[in-house]
């Protein structure tokens, strides 16, 4: 899993640097790997840049504390295990494992999220074109379709968690999967979209209406970064 | 605990249904027809407002006029789905309303029994001295009061994601206490008796605490109710823990 995660994190620092973020220094220290060191990537935009479907004290919480705890808590999980590898203490570092995947995880999902999301002023909201558009339409019969699909696995969603599209490496094709809590897409799937239902996602604004969250954040998807990894893969 | 088995056979025995369930009030009836009773959203026993500072009177507003009543509507509807899917011999959809009925039935337990185990700050029922044989024991297994409420904290910061920590009795003569925490809305299962349980779900805290989710298990412990949670201990208690 380690391995995996120090992998998966400099093809995001990547993907960062191509979304074109203004704060070009900082987001390349601070989205690489200190000595194997996890960090917080800075957001490709501003904190109110996805009001008002998403409020810039949301964004602020989500991005400088949320994130950040998971960003902390996958860095004393690794120094864990580290420390448990050099003595020997296998024990040690399995008990460790649901940490590790818990805030791993978030970071991974969180560090996605970010980057599939962009203000309605620019990237965001609209539909999908292209090759994209072309395998949501075959998949899923229509971008509409899918949209539905996808708002109902959220709402389905019992407790914590996130919905993604996703494409199936060996087939080619989409799917929607749910993951409870932090559980990142891993196995034959490759994440597109993700959206995140946990309740620090929406509750400051939308409290307990959920569903009027799950219609807004159509508005902010960044289909160009949804698009980029469909192509990539 | 809810025993969905006994629930289910209970509905097998009644299939007719008429009517759409497009509303609340159709489900209720749809419910009465087949003799049973739609679950009902259960008073406060104290004002929104009773548990500031520690639990604000929005956060309380909300908790329980409108998630706590999600729960039950949800319930009382998926109950309705499943006797149409019996009727209809539908399988398939009376396996999926399972889970449904699960996680809106715990929701409606766990709040049930939530609402009950919190009192206002200050008043005679926060008191530990409301729990002395509770305490007794406490002092048995943990070692300390304090260790027993540095051990449940710690449950409770453990959870990852939605899910309750619970202080329960165990099943079985001369069982001891012991700290459960349960995922999502899963209900205390197994003959343990819930003696007082903490909703750790973001909505639970959230408008007031924010992310620090710390302060909140911090000042929960000032609004536990005692006495409440005394008379679960004690097997006082009339409350029900099954659906
Ligand atoms: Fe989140
Ligand atoms: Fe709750």
Redesign the pocket.
Known sequence: MSSTLLRTVPALRGALRASGAPKAAGAMASTSFVRGKATLPDLPYDYGALEPHISGKIMELHHAKHHQTYVNGLNSALQTIGEAESKGDFTKAATVAPLLNFHGGGHINHSLFWENLAPASGEGGGEPDGALKKAIDSDFGSFDTFRAQMNTALAGIQGSGWAWLVKDKAAGTLGLVTRANQDPVSGPYVPLLGIDAWEHAYYLQYENRKAEYFDAIWNVVNWKTVAGRFEKT | MVNIGSLWQYLALHSTLSGDSTNTNNTANNLAKMGLAAYTLPALPYAYDALEPHISAQIMEL?HAR??QAYVTNLNKALESHVAAVAAGDVAAQIALQQVVKFNGG?HI??SL?WKNLAPAGSEDASVAQAKGLVAEIEKTWGSFDGFKTAFSAALMGIQGSGWGWLVKEAGNGAGLRIVTTKDQDPVVGGDVPVFGV?M?E??YYLQYLNGKAAYVENIWNVINWRTAEERFAGRSEEKTEL
């Open positions: 908790h998630h706590h929701g766990n709040h939530f909703d779900w909505h639970a």
